[in-house]
């Protein structure tokens, strides 16, 4: 069966330093990935996602970027951390179908 | 992607069947209809999925009127543990590209 796997768990972060989240999924080959973020009480915003190694597209302009060095390993990284970029951030991926499937998440306090 | 709204929350008790309700009016002919239930800081789990008509799992029941403009999440005999925030998602089902658009959904709080 297919598992998802996210590090860390949580995370606290001074402005201004760098950040690496890591994404694996287990069990399927050539899966899409993707990375989400939550804000408080809000709803999910996508961020990027991948259809393949080196291949990233990203929903909105902001302070994060994204990598897919292998198959099936996604990672988020920011240079310098924002204020604005504290969240819950979500990995999924998905098949030959729409449905998409989470990992735990990572709760990034930034301050 | 076609836009959806949801009521912000609802409230139930356990034991009863609880009926969200989602409004899909630009649902497009290739568009699928997924639901999803998140749990505090859980990602969201897969509940179910349809075209039309009624789809039903061991979790759920989806119900899809023939001009799809709206769908029904039916969950039967809520308990506390279904307290949790339901999504409700539209998109081209097969491409894996497309991605979800996931509005605020709806919290649902069951009471005992």
């Known amino acids: 069966s297919q598992t998802i796997h996210q590090w860390p768990a949580t995370l606290v972060q001074p402005v201004g330093s760098p950040l690496s989240l890591e994404c694996t999924v287990e069990?399927?080959?050539?899966?899409?990935l993707y990375w989400y973020r939550q804000a408080a009480g809000r709803g999910l915003q996508l961020l990027f996602y991948?259809?393949?190694?080196?291949?990233i597209s990203s929903e909105v302009p902001q302070n994060l970027s994204a990598s897919r060095p292998q198959d099936r390993q996604f990672i988020l990284s920011s240079k310098k951390l924002l204020l604005s970029d504290s969240g819950f951030y979500l990995c999924?991926?998905?098949?030959?179908?729409?449905?998409?499937?989470f990992g735990p998440g990572t709760r990034l306090l930034v301050l | 992607l076609a836009k959806t709204t949801q009521p912000i929350s609802m409230d139930s008790y356990e034991g009863q069947e609880v009926n969200i309700t989602c409004s899909h009016n630009?649902?497009?002919?290739?568009?699928?209809i997924t639901w999803y239930q998140q749990f505090p800081s859980q990602g969201p789990r897969f509940i179910i999925q349809?075209?039309?008509t009624k789809v039903t799992n061991e979790v759920a029941s989806l119900f899809i009127p023939a001009d799809r403009k709206s769908s029904t999440l039916s969950l039967p005999r809520v308990s506390l543990s279904d307290t949790a925030v339901y999504y409700c998602?539209?998109?081209?089902?097969?491409?894996?590209?497309?991605?979800?658009?996931f509005g605020s959904g709806t919290r649902l709080q069951v009471q005992p």
């Open positions: 349809g075209y039309k």
């Open positions: 069990g399927t080959s050539n899966p899409n």
């Open positions: 630009n649902i497009a002919t290739n568009d699928y």
């Open positions: 991948s259809v393949g190694i080196g291949q």
């Open positions: 998602l539209v998109g081209e089902r097969g491409t894996g590209r497309r991605a979800l658009t």
């Open positions: 999924a991926w998905s098949g030959q179908g729409e449905t998409q499937y």
